[in-house]
């Protein structure tokens, strides 16, 4: 019974594996890092080449706990006039003028049990570089840090002290 | 076999081990997840923002302001609005569970037509053809029976009848017919007036539950505590007459138990002594008065309600003494064969000792005009049973299920060719109907209440539609068929514009100069138009032909029927916050029970939660019994609200209606259904049932968890005469002390060494008895303060942020921020206050997320209600009566037992005072549960937030209400309250925003806000000057169980008891 079986979930186990392999280093490894959005937005070049400060597309991170995804139409507001005729920004009109959100993919996700607030680190004056990495020259996003606990708390740790803005070391301030 | 490969058990082990941990990764990786942004962002809307609508509650006739907090567009939470004057900042328990009217899983999605035995779903272009035609024809023959409404919207729906054809009838269970009959009959006034509590000097209340369901429960609750604060003197007196304690009687000093149906007497009675003696402020037309109640001497009432004579003599005295005083009758309890008599009567008392117009107000008198009385219902029924109505149209009510069936409701009906309702949900009335229309829910909706006289209330939508169903506000709905049948031609295009042009009138008288726009806009933000309002005095015109009446049918007991806190008259059952909310009677949930005095239950071989069997000439019905001391010999009780037999998955098929058993009776005078009156045959049931008791033991057995103190000990002793003023005036001072230096100097001042009411140390000189009780109950004596005494740890970190010392043999912790640590976030909850609505509880359900588990769970205790209140009954029997609520909710313990024995660090003390729990660390071992003197831990056993589970308790669309701030905690994981750490994060956050200090009052818990009696306070120990800091470290104060020296974060006041028995203050 084992000799029949055995090879078969040796195939099973080899496929699944893969994918999940696949799946996994997706993110991080690969010829381009990052996964794959619905249009291939360049941060590179907005937020590099074109020097766009990050707030003005993700403004409520200084405002909210949560940072913002733009709204189409805010893309839209350059885009009917600038680059209409590139592939992307086609693709981009399209989803305008069909009045469909653009499915974009999550690439930084924390667990459900915690609660990070954008808005405290942002007026902290901290970079968004530091915890997303050099996003300005990133074609394709991808996560640059960890963001599991020991990430954060290593941080927190070295600021205990920071004169006007000591960090907290309470689980409660994120975890609740 | 050898070209096979073979392979050793701990190889394939290993790569089954790969090949499973693939699979699993492979099935668990999740399908990418998708950040979905807006098409167009909304320009004032930012998401992780919450964002608050003012707005009415609807829930009840009473019409409360309300402020919904959303999230992401969607409503997730309902608080009162601190700038309403009907609730003031307080919203109750059933307020609270309208979101889940919004998200019940069983609303109705779509317009459905009758096919057979089922239903069809169709459209409303359809729904509203066909009822527009079915109107036409019906020329006129048409009727559109509605809850009570006020308003644009009563008078849209009158517009609207007049144009169809069709005659506009409103109609409520718990209408207040025989108050408008009494105040006709007494005061040629047809009116419901204002009850100022907060005035009272004494309140006696005959039956009347103002503090659950009768008139504006929540405003007539925070008065009652302001009038239970009032000690100048020692008033401040509550008399409950009534033949069982109920849970607003509980918070009564003295239980008065007449035979029922003679509360009426009593209360001649009273007005007979005050008369006879000229005691008190004499109302003008005294003579008048007296000459009413000359027949009603003590003797004569006593033999007739079974109440001593010498006792109704001595509350006549006290009643009188302590003008101005107050005299309630009114609700459910009230509304019998002898309800306009004892209304009357109560009138007649109230006059006698000159409260009208000082405490019995007409000037925000409710606005019930145009509301029909049972009787007048009962003749529409009478004339649709007749063939006279082809066409009806229902919304907001449910006579099916709220009316007797000798009422013929369901006959009526069934002879109305077409009937239509207008329901958020299936109830009993929509189940009956051809045609049921999806209503939007008031949350979803424009509209207004002007419930009383001054109070114009506005109700706007706090979110879109939901996207499930297809769902119209009632407004627009009448206008859509209005129009669709050829009528309303010079209607506007929707309701909203129906209601803007209806306040125009409102405009102008309130605009003050600005534009209506302007003045639109700032009403919405505000709730409504306010204007303070007065009347002219009333003037007694006339008595009541008062006589004694028999009860109806055969049987040894009397029967009670009592409305529920929770329920109302039943629309509440389909919430299962409600559901799972204890009655705080009985304290049993998700079901029905017959309350029944033990000596009546032994005498029918009856224990508790075995079945009694009630039948009257009416029906019968079987429910478990309650054994309660608190009613008396020869009554049984039962409560409405439950036996629905549609109205969703929560309501449906849980517990008796207990209108089966009302005989066919009205209060003549008035047209009101006799809810009392009849006699009742109990004796043991025969099907084995279940009694869902929360909490079965209401002794605390000596504990001292709810402590009293009598109003005579913190008057300096003066009234109890024994000398101690001197003592108990510094030690007043004491508490009013602002720091710590003061403290110390008082603590080290000598002079206080018997006397001095504080709760430290923890232990020691503690008595039992205090000699000058003068009635039983327990009251702890003022413990004494030894010689060389410092304050204990935890005081020190509250009064000297710089000794922040939690043990005080350690040095203090200087790991991670606890040197930064500002706040000792703490809380003081005066049982004073409390009356036990259960207002906190659902709150906390809503605010941090608590699924509700179902009777059977909550009867093997695995509750996860994180604030419950505990009934302690000290001494429930006629005479001085002693109920003590305690919310209950995790101390905060500065050194928490459950802390220590955590071996994972869960759970651990935060730099700011809170005893912490971290779900994502908690592997379930549930030692600190064990280990927690206070029970206030609650476990999750089952998986309540996955889908598949059948312990899912947020199916689709109750998952929308979810605060996002707080985590869902899975199976597994201990939990408990958080004092609302994201509302203290939110607020901290708001205060770094503005570059200052976090202001006192700012931050507040979902429970502290929510209380209508404002028992809890919630803030900052460390701020000498905040209010959570004054009366932790004021008198009266106490910590449960002080003796282990877990060192609590949460304060309690003792509750004042009052003395009637000797009188009342001089």
């Known amino acids: 019974m084992t000799k029949i079986i055995a090879p078969a979930l040796i195939v099973c186990a080899l496929v699944t594996a893969s994918v999940a392999l696949s799946q996994s280093f997706g993110v991080k490894l690969g010829a381009t890092k990052g996964p794959q959005q619905p249009i291939e937005f360049s941060h590179r070049i907005h937020a590099g080449v074109n020097q766009m400060d990050c707030l003005y597309c993700h403004s409520s991170a200084a405002n909210s706990p949560w940072a913002n995804i733009p709204a189409v139409s805010q893309c839209m507001g350059c885009h009917t006039v600038v680059a209409t005729d590139k592939p992307e920004i086609v693709k981009l009109t399209d989803y305008w003028t069909r009045g469909e959100q653009v499915p974009w993919v999550k690439v930084h996700k924390v667990p459900d049990h915690v609660k990070f607030n954008h808005k405290r680190h942002v007026r902290a004056g901290i970079e968004c570089q530091t915890c997303h990495g050099p996003v300005e020259t990133m074609d394709r996003v991808y996560q640059y840090s960890s963001l599991k606990m020991g990430w954060c708390v290593t941080c927190h740790r070295q600021n205990l002290d920071n004169p006007t803005h000591p960090a907290s070391m309470d689980c409660l301030v994120c975890h609740h | ?1066």
């Open chain 2, 1 to 1066: 076999m050898s070209d096979s490969v073979v392979f050793e058990r701990r190889e394939f082990l290993k790569l089954v081990g790969v090949g499973v941990a693939g699979t699993a990764a492979g099935c668990a990786a999740p399908e990418a997840e998708k950040l979905i942004p807006y098409l167009v962002a909304p320009t004032d809307v930012m998401p992780g923002v919450p964002y608050f609508h003012a707005t009415t509650c609807r829930e009840c006739p009473a019409g409360c302001g309300a402020v919904v907090r959303t999230r992401e567009g969607r409503a997730i939470k309902l608080e009162g609005n601190p700038n309403h004057p009907l609730g003031q900042g307080g919203l109750c328990a059933r307020g609270q569970a309208g979101l889940q009217g919004l998200y019940d899983p069983d609303r109705i999605k779509t317009p459905l037509q009758k096919d057979g035995s089922g239903w069809k779903a169709i459209t409303w272009d359809e729904a509203i053809a066909l009822v527009a035609g079915k109107l036409g024809e019906a020329k006129g023959r048409s009727l559109l029976l509605t809850g009570h409404e006020t308003g644009t919207v009563r008078s849209f729906a009158g517009e609207f009848a007049a144009a169809v054809g069709a005659r506009h009838v409103m109609w409520e269970p718990f209408g207040y017919e025989v108050l408008r009959a009494a105040n006709r009959a007494t005061f040629g006034l047809d009116a419901v007036p204002h009850l100022d509590l907060a005035a009272a000097r004494c309140v006696i209340a005959f039956g009347a539950d103002f503090l659950e369901t009768f008139g504006s429960p929540v405003a007539q609750a925070r008065g009652f505590a302001a009038m239970r604060a009032k000690r100048d003197d020692g008033a401040g007196h509550f008399i409950a007459v009534e033949p069982r304690l109920s849970t607003t009687a509980a918070s009564a000093d003295e239980w008065v138990a007449p035979k029922p149906g003679t509360e009426y007497a009593l209360a001649l009675g009273l007005a007979h002594v005050i008369c006879n003696e000229n005691l008190g402020t004499a109302g003008a037309e005294r003579a008048a008065v007296k000459a009413a109640v000359a027949a009603y001497t003590p003797d004569a009432v006593a033999q007739q309600t079974e109440v001593p004579a010498d006792t109704i003599v001595r509350l006549a005295r006290l009643f009188a003494k302590s003008g101005p005083s107050l005299a309630i009758a009114g609700g459910v309890a009230t509304q019998g064969t002898q309800g306009t008599a004892l209304a009357a009567a109560v009138n007649l008392l109230n006059h006698a000792a000159g409260n009208t117009n000082r405490t019995v107000r007409f000037d925000r008198t409710l606005d019930l005009s145009g509301l029909a009385s049972f009787a007048q219902l009962v003749r529409e029924f009478e004339g649709m049973a007749a063939g006279q109505v082809d066409v009806l149209l229902v919304s907001g009510t449910n006579p099916v299920y709220a009316t007797p069936a000798w009422s013929g409701a369901s006959e009526a009906m069934a002879k109305v060719p077409f009937k239509v309702a207008l329901a958020t949900a299936k109830d009993e009335t929509a189940e009956a109907c051809d045609l049921i229309l999806p209503m939007s829910h008031a949350l979803e909706s424009f509209g207004d209440a002007w419930s009383a006289r001054g109070v114009y209330s506005l109700q706007q939508p706090a979110m879109k539609r939901l996207p499930m169903f297809d769902s119209r506000s009632f407004g627009d709905a009448l206008m859509a068929i209005g129009k669709q049948a050829g009528v309303g031609a010079n209607w506007p295009e929707s309701f909203h514009d129906v209601l803007r042009a209806r306040w125009q009138t409102l405009h102008a008288r309130f605009g003050k100069g600005r534009d209506f726009d302007t003045f639109w806009m700032e009403s919405l933000r505000d709730g409504g138009v306010f204007e303070d309002v007065s009347a002219a005095p009333v003037r007694f015109t006339a008595s009541y032909p008062f006589a004694a009446s028999e009860r109806q049918g055969d049987g040894p007991l009397a029967l009670l029927v009592t409305a529920s806190n929770n329920f109302y008259d039943g629309r509440g059952a389909n919430r299962p916050w409600l559901q799972e909310l204890p009655d705080m009677t009985s304290k049993t949930v998700w079901g029905s029970w017959v309350e029944i005095h033990p000596e009546t239950a032994a005498t029918l071989g009856v224990k508790q939660g075995d079945p009694v069997k009630l039948e009257t000439s009416a029906g019968s019905v079987e429910a478990p019994a309650y054994l309660y001391a608190g009613i008396r010999k020869d009554t049984v009780a039962l409560a409405l609200g439950q036996g629905h037999t549609s109205y969703g998955r929560y309501a449906k098929g849980r517990g008796v209606n207990a209108l089966a058993l009302l005989p066919q009776a009205t209060d003549a005078a008035a047209g009101a259904l006799a809810y009392q009156g009849a006699n009742v045959k109990a004796s043991r049931g025969a099907k084995a049932m279940d009694l869902y008791e929360q909490q079965a033991e209401k002794n605390q057995h000596g504990r001292k968890i709810a402590q009293i103190v009598p109003v005579a000990a913190l008057l300096g002793g003066a009234a109890a005469g024994h000398g101690e003023a001197a003592a108990h005036g510094e030690a007043a001072a004491h508490g009013e002390a602002k720091g710590h230096g003061d403290a110390a100097a008082h603590g080290s001042s000598g002079g206080h060494d018997a006397h001095y009411p504080g709760h430290y140390p923890a232990g020691e000189h503690v008595h039992d008895q205090h000699p000058s009780m003068s009635r039983p109950g327990q009251y702890t004596e003022p413990l004494a303060r030894p010689e060389g005494w410092q304050p204990p740890a935890h005081a020190i970190t509250a009064f000297e942020p710089e000794l922040k010392v939690r043990h005080p043999k350690h040095e203090p912790v200087r790991e991670g921020s606890y040197k930064n640590a500002k706040h000792r976030w703490a809380m003081a909850i005066d049982l004073n206050a409390c009356t036990g609505c259960g207002s906190c509880v659902v709150a906390c359900y809503a605010e941090n997320n608590i699924p509700v588990v179902g009777p059977e769970l909550m009867r093997r205790g695995r509750e996860m209600a994180w604030i419950r209140i505990d009934r302690f009954e000290e001494k429930v029997a006629p005479g001085a009566s002693d109920v003590r609520f305690v919310p209950m909710m995790c101390q905060h313990c500065g050194d928490a037992p459950c802390e220590m024995v955590c071996p994972v660090y869960a759970t651990y003390h935060n730099p700011e005072g809170l005893n912490a729990q971290v779900y994502n660390r908690c592997v379930g071992t549930r030692y600190c549960s064990n280990n927690c003197p206070y029970k206030v831990r609650a476990f999750n056993w089952f998986e309540y937030s996955a889908p598949e589970k059948t312990t899912f308790a947020f199916p689709e669309p109750l998952n929308w209400q979810l605060n996002p701030d707080v985590t869902v905690r899975s199976k597994g994981v201990m939990e408990k309250c958080t004092m609302c750490i994201q509302r203290i994060l939110e607020g901290k956050g708001h205060a770094k925003d503005e570059n200052r200090e976090v202001r006192d009052g700012e931050i507040q818990t979902a429970c502290a806000q929510s209380c209508p009696a404002q028992a809890i306070t919630f803030g900052d120990l460390a701020d000498p000057e905040s209010a959570v800091h004054l009366k932790s470290f004021g008198e009266r104060k106490y910590w449960v169980f002080q003796e282990l020296n877990t060192k609590p974060g949460v304060t309690y006041l003792q509750k004042v008891t009052r003395d009637t028995m000797s009188g009342g203050p001089a």
